[in-house]
């Protein structure tokens, strides 16, 4: 089973700031895309942003342009920063493979929780 490791979560004022890592075990973070999702309460799990082992990026329409997803090739992790804030961006978010994400399986692990609020 693969374990992947989010950290950084947090309360933000709107208009903040938040990064969020996520570390994979190196077989896994220089093969597959990896992506960040999140969940408010009540709905369901939705694509933040992807990141390809080329570093290909994808982001969701909510967060372009005030979002960038990297990855740390020596640490094997990756990042979320989240700029400009909003309360709708509060959520639990995840870090998980791409196509365990869209899978019959997605396997989430803990999360991270980010509240925006003033």
């Known amino acids: 089973q693969v374990r992947l490791v989010e950290s950084g979560g947090g309360l933000a004022e709107p208009g903040g700031s938040l990064t969020l890592s996520c570390a994979a075990p190196?077989?896994?973070?220089?093969?597959?895309?990896l992506g960040w999702y999140r969940q408010a309460p009540g709905n369901q799990y939705n694509m933040v942003a992807i990141i390809s082992p080329s570093g290909i990026t994808n982001y969701a329409d909510s967060v372009k342009g005030r979002a960038t997803i990297s990855r740390d090739n020596a640490k094997h992790t990756i990042y979320l920063r989240i700029n400009n804030l909003k309360p709708e961006d509060t959520a639990l978010y995840y870090c998980n493979l791409f196509d365990r994400a869209n899978s019959q399986s997605p396997d989430w692990g803990q999360g991270t929780q980010v509240t925006v609020s003033s």
């Open positions: 190196r077989n896994i973070f220089n093969i597959y895309t």
